[in-house]
């Protein structure tokens, strides 16, 4: 089977070189590799096509017009048959395309998503904010550790879907906006298969700034709303906690100035989560730092988040 990796990048010449470092040493070797440069101020022309000797790469240059968009010029240039996809600030495990090609031939898999964790050598900033993305204090789990695979919709860090498919529904409809999530549901709806695979996960370098974080966060809001129009049904209960969490948040201190029973329930029901997640945190990546760290982004992501889908509604389409 030929993979065709294709990777759109934006003004990140120093984390897609250590992408295609990743991809240069995996242990199953059918793959070419297809960068799409989205307009970048940063080009990485000369970079890139150094590395032509220890894989078959291909470099292409667009004018920006998003990440989607940047996908589907780089599936018209492919000659594979099945297309993964990631985003420039990955690093891959040795064994990962094995892992997906396992998955893909054994399981029958049309599509698949993937999940993302931090390394260890990543900062604590960047292991709080991957923790806060993938905790079931924060997310439910939902993101990269579901029971039913079958229910899982990828993201675009960590997706593939075979030819067969691109052929069928199309490509990507939006440049950034739940383009994947969105496009996930419609191969679902025209009938192939796509699951979570566990085994086939990237480490994934997040916004280094906690104003990035809080915006992209924001911004996963608003795009919950944006494919729910598009896919009516398509928001879940879970998707809308973060709201509630934020509503509870500007209720406390209401509530101590009227209501002191109803604070107390409130504040101690807020100190176990801050609780669990210090500790929950603080034990999976043994730091206390970052347990710190892990408490402050995902108050974060959850009330922007939250924050984002309040406004959903009021934006265009």
Not at 42 to 67: F, H, K, P, R, W
Not at 132 to 157: E, H, L
Not at 206 to 211: A, F
Request: charged fraction near 20%; proline fraction near 3%; charge should be neutral.
């Amino acid at each position: 089977m030929l993979f065709s990796v294709i990777i759109p990048v934006f003004n990140r010449p120093k984390e897609l070189m250590a992408l295609l470092d990743s991809l240069s040493g995996q242990c199953y070797r059918d793959f070419e590799v297809i960068v799409v440069d989205d307009g970048s101020d940063i080009t990485c022309e000369a970079e890139v096509l150094s590395l032509q000797d220890s894989m078959n790469l291909t470099y292409v240059y667009q004018q920006n017009s998003g990440q989607g968009f940047a996908r589907n010029k780089g599936m018209h240039q492919a000659n594979g048959n099945f297309f993964i996809f990631l985003d420039s600030d990955c690093i891959l495990p040795t064994d990962y395309l094995s892992k997906v090609a396992e998955a893909v031939n054994v399981k029958g898999l049309d599509a698949f998503g993937g999940p993302d964790r931090a390394r260890d050598d990543f900062n604590p900033l960047q292991q709080a904010m991957n923790y806060s993305m993938t905790s079931f204090w924060t997310t439910g789990g939902i993101r990269g550790k579901m029971k039913d695979p079958a229910k899982y919709q990828a993201r675009g860090y960590n997706m593939g879907f075979s030819r067969e498919v691109f052929e069928e529904v199309g490509g990507f409809r939006d440049a950034n906006r739940a383009e994947d999530i969105e496009i996930s549901l419609r191969i679902k709806k025209a009938g192939f298969r796509l699951e979570l695979v566990q085994e086939a996960w990237v480490y994934h370098h997040r916004k280094s700034t906690l104003w990035g974080f809080a915006k992209q966060s924001h911004q996963f809001g608003r795009n919950r709303i944006h494919v729910n129009r598009l896919h009516p049904g398509a928001m879940q209960l879970v998707h809308l906690l973060p709201l509630f969490f934020l509503i509870g948040m500007l209720m406390l201190p209401v509530l101590y100035g009227f209501f002191p029973g109803l604070f107390a329930v409130g504040a101690t029901l807020f100190g176990c989560w801050v609780l669990a997640i210090l500790v929950s945190a603080s034990f999976e990546t043994g730091s206390l730092r970052v347990g710190l760290l892990a408490v402050l982004t995902s108050c974060i992501q959850l009330a922007c988040y939250g924050a984002g889908i309040a406004y959903g509604p009021f934006q265009s389409k």
